[in-house]
């Protein structure tokens, strides 16, 4: 190709509009003050009105007035309630290449959304204030599905993200907004960790057109003790997300002396390779000090510089570094000519 499509940096700049510091959104009464959560059950016993979530792995039992690991579910009376339907807490209206999303509709807008919550605890989160926090503690807006809809509609945006804190936490209202964004013509971006059980993913992803996915290391001691987590689900998240024939976007966070071990890198891209395909872009982003990860040093460049090198030598064909401005890691190459098709 001897066409070349230049993404500015200054665009991207432009539109990071912060939309909840500028906006008044009404509050809508068809909001219904708790909303009963999708995917649970209840559990036999004695009239204690126990229920057991089953929506992500961690398969919380949750006795009357108990609240979920997330934050952001609750027993009410033996019924368990989304405590966030209809609450987001942060909206802006972003480029799409800041999930990152590289392969999806560059240089358009997606309005983005987050609620409180999350059901992972990284030690090393970018965005704790939001996702570690109670509901109840955080100012939120009533905004229906329809609303959130509407704005972005209204926006200009291509697109809806579903980021900032762990979407799962609000699946009903992330699903009753897909299906909308679907019949209204906007496309989704779901932006996760990936932390779900397959039945409410396959449902789910029925509505979905990306699933920009945090592969964080690849191993079960590096998920253990960062995120307080398991790895095999999320290996299932992408495997089921390539089933269902979602556009995949891998993004690797590397982290000095936790998952930046060279062989283990090449394990991680042999399996996207083998499991995703050759042309799935992953993405390997700069790590900063933050939350409670403050005794480590960024991640050298040429740390990441290899990982890029390790991944293309695999043969992956779109590699990307992330969190480093103006790195050629940034553009997009024609894996067969390598003439760069996307500079950003």
């Known amino acids: 190709m001897n066409k070349t499509f230049h993404l500015r940096r200054a665009y991207l700049v432009a539109f990071i509009i912060s939309v909840i510091s500028t ?4 509050q809508n009464q068809k909001i219904p003050v708790l909303k009963e959560a999708m995917f649970y059950e209840k559990l036999p016993g004695d009239g204690r009105d126990v229920v057991a979530c089953k929506l992500c792995p961690r398969k919380c039992v949750l006795k009357n007035g108990d609240t979920g690991y997330c934050e952001s579910r609750r027993n009410i009376g033996g019924k368990l309630y989304s ?3 209809g609450k987001p807490v942060s909206i802006a209206l972003d480029p799409i290449e800041k999930k990152p999303v590289f392969h999806a509709w560059p240089g358009s807008a997606s309005f983005s959304f987050a609620t409180a919550g999350c059901n992972l605890r990284c030690i090393h989160c970018q965005n704790y204030q939001i996702a570690h926090a109670k509901p109840q503690n955080l100012k939120s807006y009533d905004l ?6 509407n704005e972005a509609l209204k926006s200009g945006a291509k697109s809806i993200s579903f980021t900032y804190n762990e979407p799962t936490v609000y699946y009903e209202y992330m699903l009753d907004i897909a299906k909308l964004a679907r019949k209204r013509g906007l496309k989704t971006v779901w932006v996760t960790s990936g932390y779900i059980n397959p039945e409410p993913l396959r449902l789910l992803a029925d509505y979905l057109d990306v699933a920009r996915i945090d ?3 690849f191993s079960e001691d590096f998920y253990q ?3 307080g987590a398991s790895i095999s689900p999320v290996l299932e998240t992408l495997k089921i997300a390539k089933e269902k024939k979602l556009h995949i976007e891998v993004i690797n966070l590397i982290i000095p002396t936790y998952n930046d071990n060279p ?3 090449k394990s991680m891209c042999l399996w996207i390779k083998e499991n995703l395909g050759a ?3 992953l993405h390997f982003t700069r790590f900063f000090p933050n939350y409670k990860l403050t005794n480590l040093p960024p991640t050298p460049v040429a740390t990441l510089d290899r990982a890029r090198k390790i991944a293309l030598d695999v043969g992956l064909n779109f590699v990307y570094i992330g969190n480093v401005p103006g790195h050629d890691g940034e553009n997009t190459y024609c894996p067969r000519c390598k003439k760069i098709l996307i500079k950003r």
Request: aromatic share 8%.
């Open 23 to 26: 906006t008044s959104y009404p």
């Open 83 to 85: 405590l966030v339907y």
């Open 144 to 149: 229906s599905p329809e609303e959130i809809v």
């Open 215 to 217: 592969l964080k290391g």
């Open 225 to 227: 003790k960062l995120a």
């Open 263 to 265: 062989d283990e890198i």
């Open 279 to 281: 042309d799935t872009p």
